[in-house]
């Protein structure tokens, strides 16, 4: 759940090439303590399609008569085909296997939501439903962004997020200010994996129109990865701390510079009162972890290894939450280093944390740093 505040808005995404992390590099925060002891290194600079930097890992189709993403245009009004690029040829067997479209309307039943929402747009990797207050003038930019936001999530953190491929994103306007997210496996939304997000206005010039989707589909990642059900750290981090990873490497990996400058400003003056008065989460954790450890894939192995170590049960659901020695072991185990003394930094280290990381080396033995 994510409360919207509105009014904020930035310029529109940069045309320039993306610089990836130059401009936010160790001169710029010196105040923070480095992980450099990480096992993993830092990914090459990304190249870049167009507008959006493209991870080498991306699969990303590829097109003899241009050369940035398919969906770099989009048609006004309900159409399937608005904005791809040109045919291409299909496997027969993956053709066959094809989800059918998402249905022309959609009638809310959840919460105290009960508009009759009507299909914007779909593809291959989302389906986009507006509101009837939504003006069509200001989301012609909203199918790229959500399609390209979708498909790198699944090309870093995995591809087991449900049985449909697609993330189902809800508009409203004027209403339902804020927002919250769905998973595949509750009949909430009706199996899907859902963003459904209220503002004002869905100008692109609107910082929250961009921000305030990714923040709800960052909880899809977080809750519905690697074919298991649960955010085992939700108690840990809140619900904005993990999204403000997130959020900075979906920007800085789509190459959308001067978003990412702006929330790594704003998120680096963020203090939080968890787990103690003045905790500075993405300046003196997130942060190092992102730039020191691998980037996302610091996060994708933390993930995976969640999924496959810690306790669920038969249908693929986390049995309980982590406590924090917990946390800091398999964090450790994802970075390739210990961490337990930049956690110290950056939050304190009680005296019975420091037991709940014995017993969960004991627990999980497989975690290894």
């Given at each position: 759940m994510h409360d919207a505040r509105h009014g904020s808005q930035v310029r529109s995404c940069s045309r320039e090439p993306p610089r990836g992390n130059q401009d936010l590099g160790r001169g710029q925060d010196a105040?923070?303590?480095?992980?450099?002891?990480?096992?993993?290194?830092?990914?090459?600079?990304?190249?870049?399609?167009?507008h959006w930097s493209t991870p080498e890992h991306l699969a990303i189709p590829r097109y003899d008569k241009r050369d940035h993403w398919p969906y770099d245009r989009v048609d006004e009004g309900l159409t399937k085909s608005?904005?791809?690029?040109?045919e291409r040829s299909e496997d027969p067997v993956e053709a066959e296997r094809r989800l059918a479209d998402p249905p022309a309307t959609w009638q809310e039943h959840w919460f105290d939501h009960r508009q009759l929402l009507r299909l914007y747009h779909c593809d291959e990797h989302c389906?986009?439903?507006v509101d009837p207050d939504v003006r069509r003038a200001e989301i012609g930019w909203l199918p790229r962004f959500i399609n390209a936001t979708w498909q790198y999530s699944k090309a870093t953190y995995g591809d087991a997020f449900g049985p449909d491929p697609r993330i189902y994103s809800i508009h409203h306007a004027g209403r339902h200010g804020g927002g919250h997210a769905g998973y595949y496996v509750s009949p909430v939304h009706d199996y899907h994996n859902v963003s459904d997000c209220g503002l004002d206005t869905w100008r692109e010039s609107n910082t929250l129109a961009r921000e305030l989707p990714a923040h709800e589909i960052g909880?899809?990642?977080?809750?519905?990865?690697?074919?298991?059900?649960?955010s085992p750290a939700y108690e840990i981090w809140g619900d904005s701390k993990w999204a403000e990873f997130y959020i900075y490497d979906l920007y800085t990996a789509l190459g959308m510079d001067r978003e990412a400058k702006g929330v790594y400003r704003r998120f680096t003056g963020n203090r939080d009162d968890f787990p103690r008065r003045?905790?500075?989460?993405?300046?003196?954790?997130?942060?190092?972890?992102?730039?020191?450890?691998?980037r996302a894939e610091v996060m994708n192995r933390f993930f995976r290894e969640l999924a496959r170590y810690f306790p669920r049960d038969s249908g693929g659901t986390y049995t309980r939450r982590m406590n924090w020695g917990e946390y800091v072991h398999f964090t450790s185990g994802?970075?390739?280093?210990?961490?337990?003394?930049?956690?110290?930094?950056?939050?304190?280290?009680?005296?019975?944390?420091?037991?709940?990381?014995?017993?969960?080396?004991?627990?999980?033995?497989?975690?290894?740093?």
């Open positions: 105040h923070q303590d480095s992980m450099g002891t990480c096992g993993a290194r830092l990914p090459p600079p990304r190249p870049t399609i167009g608005g904005g791809q690029g040109p389906a986009i439903y909880h899809s990642v977080e809750s519905a990865n690697n074919g298991v059900h649960g003045g905790t500075r989460w993405f300046r003196d954790w997130f942060y190092p972890l992102w730039r020191d450890c691998g994802a970075a390739g280093a210990d961490l337990s003394g930049q956690a110290a930094r950056a939050f304190g280290w009680p005296r019975e944390w420091a037991g709940q990381l014995e017993r969960a080396r004991e627990q999980f033995p497989d975690i290894t740093y």
